[in-house]
């Protein structure tokens, strides 16, 4: 549900009257979807302009800025936005102007009450009012401008002083339209009129003078009538680019015939055999018109394919909603996949609708075989894996585990990998991405490459190893490390972006797991830097002699230990070898050796004087599978 915070405000017209000289004081943002700093800046901003009394002084808009990157958002109003960019000069974002040039112009994140108070008590030479409304179609806003001198003015290059008028609103997104995170963005101009150049008024003015001006123009299709757009207005002296005076009219009100879906319900996660499957749903239509709605035509289809519709009848007054249930539809299950459900409402009250931006909603639904794959299961995720990997998103903000695939190379083998952006997260979200169902069994061994650094010496991002034996509702741990113990890297505040060397293989024993169950990653994020996965393997634990060839003669001693015993292998051939401990659970409590070792005889000390009590496995781990000895340490 969107939220105008600017509702507080809501009068027929903003009027200031002549004698009062009250200064209303605008600030215009400029932000940008794809700017990590812009999300962390953002809330607190909008918390203080919106903190009462402070919208009877200040009015706030944002323009999109293509900081670091354009996107979408920017580009669909790209005139505007570049033509306010340049007009200021800006270069970075987020970045401010108060009204034009007053004190408390620059970073947001440094903008204070006392900026807001200190150029709100600055009298204005101007009054203004405001007010606004559709036009006969619709299709287009009629504002009215009345401008009254109060304080003698005249700007010192004729043609330099301008009325600029702005349409803005507060977009929310069901999903990131950028790679910053955001889905909340307050308060953005969707249009300027006539343009960004505004209307030209008189160079100089006297007490008393008043002018009213006509502002028309078309709404884009963009714009969500529903969601209480709003027109703002500002007098600016463009030699000094300062503003003398702003007003804003009363949000918009309805269109007649609007209807409008707000949510699609179903499941986000189901595990089904392979084979036709009967995906149900279920969507909210509500009434964004002015007049009641009676029928409407809803459009839906799962994955692709020709859409249905089925016709609803019903009575919704202005602002009501109805969850209509969508016949089912059959879909094949092809291994696990995600399947798109797509919705849409039209013909409300059998007339166009009036407004377009909320007819659609849609939802991906991961469809997790049960039919499992054989061992050796591997994956690098690469291209042919993208896609097989359910990615939970539990607090539906849009930021989950991504399987990266662009120009960087960020995999141990191959360019892709799977990775977790702990500075996207609040601290202690926590968020998973599936394997494949694998048909393992208790004498399995999952083999994985992980990579992370830490974003300062207190960041403790977590990166554990769970299982699910109902779907995803539940998960249990059987490995994790976090902080210091999970980094592969030197700390570092740039976000982290490994090579292949920075990699680092584990190895989890199944022994512990139900067979059947669904295996994951899970990253809890402690506000820190990013975690990556690659190159996993699931496979049996093979044999002794199996291991990087014939007579390993594995052997642990002294067994049972006390505070140190030594493990001892032969290898047949040169080999990457890992060499861990596990404990009886099957989290690693020890890593004892990592790397290449050469042909022939090794020995490696264990220090088992922080264990408890209890039998672990020694596992040596090569390309080939992995063996294990037992481990007793006693007190």
Not at 200 to 205: A, F, N
Request: aromatic share 8%.
């Amino acid at each position: 549900m969107k939220k105008l915070l600017l509702a507080a405000v809501a009068l027929t017209t903003v009027s200031l009257t002549a004698s009062a000289q009250t200064r209303m004081t605008i600030h215009e943002e400029f932000t940008g979807e794809n700017c990590g700093p812009c999300a962390a800046t953002n809330p607190d901003f909008w918390d203080l302009c919106n903190t009462p009394p402070n919208p009877t002084k200040l009015i706030h808009i944002a323009y999109m800025a293509p900081i670091p990157s354009s996107g979408w958002y920017y580009m669909r109003n790209q005139a505007t936005n570049d033509a306010r960019r340049s007009y200021y000069g800006v270069t970075s974002a987020p970045s401010g102007k108060y009204d034009g040039t007053a004190t408390g112009s620059g970073h947001p994140g440094d903008f204070t009450q006392a900026h807001i108070d200190a150029e709100a008590a600055v009298p204005s030479p101007f009054n203004v009012t405001v007010t606004s409304d559709w036009n006969s179609t619709y299709d287009g806003v009629v504002t009215t401008v009345n401008v009254t001198c109060v304080t003698a003015f005249a700007t010192t290059t004729p043609g330099g002083f301008k009325l600029r008028a702005a349409l803005i609103q507060t977009d929310v997104f069901d999903a990131p339209p950028g790679s910053n995170g955001e889905t909340h963005f307050e308060n953005v101009v969707q249009a300027m009129y006539p343009n960004a150049t505004g209307t030209t008024l008189p160079d100089s003015w006297t007490v008393g003078e008043t002018h009213s001006y006509t502002i028309t123009g078309t709404v884009p299709a963009y714009v969500e009538k529903d969601e209480a757009p709003q027109m703002v207005v500002w007098l600016q002296d463009d030699v000094t680019k300062n503003i003398k005076q702003a007003g804003i009219a009363a949000p918009l009100g309805p269109v007649p015939n609007d209807a409008a879906l707000t949510t699609v319900t179903s499941s986000s996660l189901e595990c089904v055999p392979n084979g036709p499957y009967t995906v149900s749903h279920s969507v909210t239509l509500k009434n964004s018109g002015s007049t009641t709605l009676t029928s409407a035509t809803i459009y839906y289809r799962v994955g692709t394919g020709a859409l249905a519709s089925i016709s609803w009848t019903g009575s919704l007054a202005t602002g009501a909603t109805e969850v209509v249930t969508m016949p089912t539809v059959a879909v094949t299950v092809a291994g696990p996949a995600y399947q798109i459900i797509y919705d849409s409402v039209a013909s409300p009250n059998g007339s166009s609708d009036m407004s377009v931006m909320n007819n659609v909603r849609g939802k991906a639904l991961f469809l997790q075989s049960t039919t499992a794959l054989a061992m050796p299961y591997n994956t690098s995720y690469e291209t042919a894996d993208v896609g097989k990997f359910y990615q939970s998103d539990n607090n539906n903000n849009g930021n989950r585990w991504g399987v990266y695939t662009g120009s960087a190379t960020f995999g141990k083998t191959g360019t892709n990998a799977a990775g977790f952006e702990c500075y996207a997260y609040a601290a202690g979200e926590s968020e998973v991405i599936t394997l494949p169902n694998v048909s393992f069994s208790t004498t399995s061994a999952l083999n994985f490459w992980e990579a992370y650094c830490q974003y300062n010496t207190t960041t403790d991002d977590k990166l554990e190893v769970v299982y699910s034996t109902n779907c995803g509702s539940t998960w249990t741990s059987i490995w994790e490390a976090a902080g210091a113990a999970l980094s592969t890297s030197p700390i570092s505040t740039s976000a982290f972006g490994p090579t292949s060397a920075k990699y680092v293989k584990k190895t989890v024993n199944l022994s512990t797991v139900p067979a059947g169950a669904l295996l994951a990653f899970r990253g809890t994020s402690d506000f820190g830097n990013n975690m990556w996965v690659d190159d996993v393997n699931i496979s049996p634990i093979v044999s002794v002699n199996d291991v990087a060839g014939a007579d390993l003669a594995l052997s642990v001693f002294p067994n049972p230990a006390t505070d140190a015993s030594t493990v001892s292998f032969n290898l047949r051939n040169n080999a990457v070898v890992s060499v861990t401990v596990v404990d009886g659970v099957g989290r690693v409590v020890a890593q004892v050796a990592e790397g290449n070792l050469t042909a022939g005889n090794h020995k490696f000390n264990i220090n088992s004087a922080n264990l408890a009590a209890g039998v672990y496995n020694v596992m040596i781990t090569t390309d080939a599978g992995t063996a294990t000895q037992r481990l007793s340490v006693v007190r």
